[in-house]
Structure formats: C-alpha cells, structure tokens
C-alpha cells in the first residue's frame, strides 16, 4: 500500500524559530496537502498545492507560512518564526485526480507534532 | 459560514451497529467524506457520497441526503478496534478539492 511519509514524527522548537516539515506524498499522486490539528480539535486545511503551485490557502496560512516541493518528490511546510498557537499536528496528504463523481479520498502521512515552547 | 455537525461522542457494544450522523451548512457542497482517525493517527479514508443513496464498503455504509443537508456513516459487526474517532468532511467548492472537516465524533466500543 502506497504511503505518504512525513519527518520528523515529532519536533519540538523554540518560539521565534523556523521550522521545516518534510512530505513525501504519494509518486503518482498530482495534489498535495497540509493539514493542521490542535489537540482534541477538528482538522483544518492549511493549504492546497498542484501543478507547482499553491492552488487554495486558509486564513491559518499567512505570511509565515510557506509550501515548497524542490525536487519533484519532496514537499515541505516552513513555518518561518514560530509562534505558540503553532504547537499542533501537521499532517501532509496526496490524492490523486479525481473522477467528477468518484472519490476524493486523500491518504494522509502519519503526521508531524510541532511543539513550540 | 462552513458548518459540520456530528456528534462528540458514542458508545456502542461489540458486534452492534451504530450509526454516526452529519449534518452540513456550507456555502457549496460537492461530497461528503467519512474519515477514521485512531489515537495518535492519521486520518484514513473510509467513504464518499457525491450523489443521494446508500454506499457500502464491506462493514461500513454512508447514506447522503443532499436535499435534507445530512448523512451518516453506518458501522456494523463493531469490533473493538472501531473505536477511533470519527470525521465527517465536506468538499465545498467546484474549483476547491480541499476538505472542511467536522469536529469528530469519538467511537468508544465496549465488550
């Protein structure tokens, strides 16, 4: 079964600091993701990535955020200075296209804990 | 304003059904998800209803009523490894493939 790998599992950072979380999203896969969820809350989309290109943003996704996939397999979050409201899982997700009526199913990586002290 | 509501937490016996309900309040709706998430996880795909009616996926089904802004995800033969958490997520915009995801409904199942 094809999985999409996030590093590290877990990574704890001053406040102020910069912050990279690495994806390997799924070979064939042509959309890419980044998920957010605080502790004991619901999932939150961050922002949406395809074709090299941001395609959509949140609110949550302002200029200390940014997303870059340098070398056709790897995909990375930066947060640039860390602040502690940033302390939540990221998750990183891929789908592949999608049928106008068929599935939109994503498959997740098991996800990064940002700790932000 | 995006609006999933599911419930925040059920209980059900192993080998019972249960039935985890969603409604929707969003500005456009292109499908509703179902999504597992076991402590500590990633959330894991489980289902997608684009059009009204029943879909069954072995021991999971997921009803769609886009008329009355609802559906649910149907468990059935619980075993105690459900018990996970629960999201009901929409797909709210034509030009949009990015989720908007309910709070998750906690499944507890007890011997």
């Known amino acids: 079964e094809p999985e999409v790998t996030q590093t590290p599992s877990h990574q704890v950072t001053q406040m102020g600091q910069e912050v990279i979380l690495r994806c390997v999203p799924i070979s064939n896969h042509l959309y890419f993701y980044w998920y957010r969820q605080i502790l004991g809350q619901k999932v939150e989309f961050l922002v949406s990535?395809?074709?090299?290109?941001?395609?959509?943003k949140s609110e949550i996704f302002d200029d200390q955020f940014s997303v870059e996939r340098p070398d056709g397999s790897n995909f990375t979050l930066k947060i640039r200075s860390t602040k502690l409201e940033d302390s939540a899982m990221y998750f990183c997700?891929?789908?592949?296209?999608?049928?106008?009526?068929?599935?939109?199913?994503?498959?997740f990586g098991s996800g990064t804990r940002l700790t932000v002290v | 304003g995006q609006s999933l509501e599911q419930p925040s937490e059920v209980t059900a016996v192993e080998g019972a059904i249960v039935q985890i309900n969603c409604t929707y309040q969003?500005?456009?709706?292109?499908?509703l998800s179902w999504y597992q998430q076991h402590d500590g996880g990633a959330p894991t795909f489980l289902s997608y209803?684009?059009?009204?009616g029943l879909e069954e996926t072995g021991r999971f089904s997921s009803f769609l009523s886009r008329s009355d802004s609802y559906g649910y995800l149907l468990l059935q033969e619980l075993q105690m490894k459900d018990s996970a958490s629960y999201f009901c997520?929409?797909?709210?915009?034509?030009?949009?493939?990015?989720?908007?995801f309910g709070k998750g409904t906690k499944l507890s199942v007890i011997p």
């Open positions: 209803n684009g059009l009204d």
């Open positions: 969003t500005s456009g709706f292109y499908g």
């Open positions: 997700a891929s789908r592949r296209r999608g049928q106008l009526t068929g599935d939109y199913g994503y498959t």
């Open positions: 990535f395809y074709n090299n290109e941001i395609s959509e």
């Open positions: 997520a929409v797909r709210d915009g034509a030009g949009s493939y990015q989720l908007t």
